[in-house]
């Protein structure tokens, strides 16, 4: 039986290259992002590669959205065997300015929106004794960064994450989290990068990475290696 992944929080990044690597793997797969433009390109990308892929256009800040959003992947693909969850709030911004309103912003896209898809595919996946749930983010969940205030979201969806990998590995689910301390190539933030340094502006010091090598670090995590953390360049703790 063909099997199938639901990559939430499809870009032109690590969201595309998580869906062509599993699709070379034979997955079907269900591509979910708020803009349909990029969702078209990726699709069309897959598409000539032979992939089975359908697109769900959705916004993921939405959490009362989440059990309709389930319910559109498993009419596209059944229940996901892997549930990828690469959604992230803009948590750019100086740490002395956050404040609970922002964090209240963030908290939906970060943390609520994932709770509430794990709360619908995982019953499912512990019941047949397999299935992953897979998110990637930034560095920024494992240690504090003045100027990406947004980080406290990303450290209390690795907390989940964590908690989830210890409730669920013995029943044969896969829950695992890979965090990156680098600029993704083929994404905005990459491209503003860029300008930036060729405008003679100051630009963080941090390598930029392959989006494709990210994609096969996870798929090592999930197939391989299972270990529940990962980071890229290294695992900072």
Do not use: C
Not at 151 to 173: E, F, K, M, P, S
Not at 192 to 203: I, L, Q, S
Not at 222 to 233: I, L, M, Q
Request: glycine share 12%; charged share 20%.
């Amino acid at each position: 039986m063909t099997k199938s992944i639901a990559v939430v929080g499809a870009g032109p990044g690590l969201g595309r290259s998580i869906a062509r690597r599993y699709a070379r793997e034979g997955y079907t797969v269900a591509l979910v992002a708020r803009r349909e433009g990029p969702l078209e390109q990726i699709t069309k990308e897959l598409n000539g590669d032979g992939a089975a892929v359908h697109t769900i256009v959705a916004d993921v800040a939405d959490v009362d959205g989440m059990p309709g959003l389930a319910g559109r992947i498993r009419d596209a693909v059944g229940e996901v065997d892997v549930l990828y969850y690469g959604a992230a709030p803009d948590g750019f911004g100086p740490v002395l300015e956050l404040s609970v309103e922002r964090v209240q912003e963030l908290m939906p896209l970060g943390v609520h929106a994932l709770v509430a898809l794990v709360r619908e595919f995982l019953p499912g996946m512990v019941a047949r004794e397999d299935g992953a749930i897979l998110s990637a983010q930034g560095a920024s969940a494992m240690y504090g960064n003045p100027n990406i205030a947004g980080g406290v979201i990303l450290a209390a969806q690795r907390n989940y994450l964590q908690a989830l990998h210890a409730a669920v590995a013995d029943n044969g689910v896969y829950v695992g989290g890979l965090y990156i301390g680098a600029a993704i190539e083929h994404t905005p933030f990459h491209a503003r990068m860029a300008e930036a340094k060729a405008a003679g502006e100051p630009v963080p010091d941090i390598p930029a990475v392959d989006p494709d090598h990210l994609a096969d670090l996870l798929w090592t995590m999930h197939t391989s290696t299972r270990v529940p953390e990962a980071g890229y360049p290294r695992l900072l703790q």
